[in-house]
């Protein structure tokens, strides 16, 4: 056997037998009595053998002999490169599993045919834990390995079953036009593995290929890539860990694995701009997505209604548009919507166009609001609605919070009432501050003009019919109470941020990485406290805003443009902080060190 077959077979071939050949289940149905059977099958035999060369273009076929019957679960994962245009064709015969090619395969190249997870056994569905079985239609077998990690650009989790591409044509248009001259998979770590190419000289890409066939779409897929090209450094050896199929759950063997290479995916700004989606909302709402962010809209109306009794709102990233009507006519069953926008013609031009959008009613809604039902409607189907909170761990910042849900056309803030009281229970007054959100016309942030103490309590209230909707609709009366935790138990955290030179998102997350508990932006050295934290484990996410627009700026495949940095702050143990009962921790933080070589 060839010294660099030995990590592909040993595992396979040699251990499992050896280990499990006194217990394994080898009938079609399941033995009757004793004890489950747990054990994965394996494979006693392989045709033509692994290291074959000379393997025929033409109309050829690999079987894989199991010692019990066997079926499979996941076609997917069985992974050729360099992929071709139809998949491999698997079927069961038996204990064998018999792979063989819709097409023809080139001469003088190195194939690798990865069975991931493909297989389970026929009685328990015990998973195969997978093989790579290599081969070539020339003379010799490429000996040369890469590894690496591939990762979300913005959360830095690992990205399963993404592709990882390596290219010999270094123009970036190959990965939107051509096969990958090698190909692998990323496992549950987001690892990856691409063994026996050539040495020489690589582009390397991971694409999350959302329809498997091996080519770049960038408007419906992620994708990443490195600034630099790549050579592989290593031999394939029997000495190799990276080369062996680890058990997912391993976590110390798939976590001591050699990293070469990271790369973060990300989704390309859509190459094509076009109205995508449309909804009435509400009797006096509608909402309408595009393709691409940053549309460009010259004029929109409303058949019937004035200009200026249109309200309307963008997301952040504007490929989305929110509109009401702010109008006591009654509201018609069908909304005529014109959007005059700027649109990607055949020629990949914008050009003008105008699109009439017919937006009808929901029938049940329009029930609803029909005379002969309207002695069913509910108290909140007749009032300005709005949503007044305040949490006590995040006051301090974020202040009281209130939302509307529809937009509002008249407001009496000079209404509002704080008071607080402390202690000993003697209240006081003082005035407000409110301040609109500036990416949400609804939303709005309440602030007292004093500072919140420890021990005192304090409240917001909203006196009856104090805001307007453009439903005509008054709001109720409402009053909120909040005090500053006061659990001795609780943690604080200060993060002394130095090598600030530029602007920067800090995010502090839970463990679980999808909260954001705590959000700052800065654009110079300063301290920022997190206080209140329970016991648990936390983790900072700084995010480099170059264009100082406060969003996350995604990357460029064809600008060789990188989306915007994110790294995750290190503690003494790793990612995560651990934060004990009434502690009080200071973390200093090195902007520059934490983005060098960046």
């Not at 995508?276 to 004029?299: C, H, M």
Request: aromatic share 12%.
């Amino acid at each position: 056997m060839k010294r660099y077959l030995l990590p592909l077979l040993s595992a396979a071939i040699v251990l499992l037998p050896l280990m499990f050949s006194h217990s394994c289940a080898n009938t079609t149905e399941a033995p009757s009595g004793g004890a489950k059977d747990t054990i994965p099958p394996y494979i006693v035999d392989i045709r033509p053998y692994p290291g074959a060369t000379g393997f025929p273009i033409e109309k050829a076929r690999i079987v894989f002999t199991f010692n019990e019957y066997v079926t499979i679960k996941n076609q997917g994962s069985i992974y050729l490169s360099p992929p071709q245009g139809k998949k491999p064709k698997s079927a069961i015969k038996g204990k064998k599993l018999i792979v063989s090619f819709e097409e023809a395969l080139e001469p003088n190249t190195t194939y690798t045919l990865n069975l991931g997870d493909a297989i389970a056994d026929n009685n328990e569905g015990n998973p195969f834990p997978g093989f790579t079985f290599v081969f070539s239609t020339g003379s010799q077998i490429d000996s040369m390995f890469t590894t690496g990690m591939v990762q979300d650009c913005n959360t830095l989790l690992p990205v399963k079953d993404a592709t990882v591409m390596l290219y010999k044509n270094h123009a970036d248009s190959a990965v939107f036009l051509e096969r990958p001259y090698a190909a692998a998979r990323t496992d549950d770590w987001g690892y990856f593995v691409i063994p026996f190419i050539q040495d020489t000289v690589y582009r390397i890409y991971a694409v999350v290929d959302a329809d498997g066939n091996n080519v770049y779409d960038p408007d419906q897929d992620r994708i990443g890539f490195m600034d630099s090209l790549l050579q592989p450094k290593w031999k394939v050896a029997d000495t190799i860990p990276e080369l062996l199929k680890y058990d997912m759950k391993d976590t110390l063997g798939c976590e001591a694995r050699r990293v070469e290479h990271t790369l973060g995916v990300f989704r390309e700004k859509p190459s094509k701009q076009f109205l995508k989606n449309k909804e009435r909302t509400g009797l006096r709402s509608a909402y309408i997505s595009f393709q691409a962010p940053y549309v460009w809209i010259d004029s929109l109306w409303f058949g019937g209604f004035r200009a200026d009794e249109v309200i309307s709102q963008f997301n952040p990233s504007q490929d989305s548009l929110e509109l009401w009507l702010n109008s006591r006519a009654p509201a018609p069953d069908t909304l005529h919507l014109f959007v005059n926008y700027r649109k990607t013609d055949s020629t990949g031009v914008l050009k003008p166009e105008l699109e009439h959008l017919r937006l009808p009613i929901d029938p049940k809604l329009k029930r609803t609001y029909s005379r002969s039902q309207r002695r069913n409607l509910k108290h909140e189907d007749t009032v300005c609605l709005y949503k007044l909170e305040a949490k006590p761990e995040r006051v301090e910042q974020y202040g009281f919070e209130l939302e509307f849900s529809q937009p509002i056309i008249s407001a009496e803030f000079d209404s509002l009432k704080f008071r607080y009281l402390n202690p000993k229970q003697k209240e006081f007054r003082a005035g407000v501050k409110v301040e609109r959100d500036s990416l949400n016309l609804r939303r709005w942030t309440i602030r007292p003009e004093v500072k919140y103490q420890q021990g005192f309590e304090y409240f917001l209230k909203v006196p009856h019919r104090a805001f307007r909707d453009i439903n005509g609709f008054y709001s109720d009366s409402t009053e909120v109470k909040v005090s500053l935790p006061s659990d001795e138990k609780l943690s604080s955290l200060t993060a002394v941020l130095s090598g600030v030179d530029g602007k920067y998102i800090v995010d502090l997350l839970d463990e679980g990485l999808k909260t954001i508990l705590r959000s700052y932006t800065i654009d110079s050295d300063c301290n920022l406290a997190f206080p209140y934290l329970k016991e648990a484990r936390y983790c900072l996410r700084i995010t480099s805003d170059l264009n100082r627009n406060g969003v996350v700026d995604t990357g460029s495949l064809l600008e060789r443009r990188q989306p915007e940095l994110v790294k995750f702050v290190m503690f003494k143990d790793g990612k995560f902080l651990e934060v004990p009962p009434s502690a009080e921790i200071t973390q200093e933080i090195d902007l520059r060190k934490l983005f060098a070589n960046e």
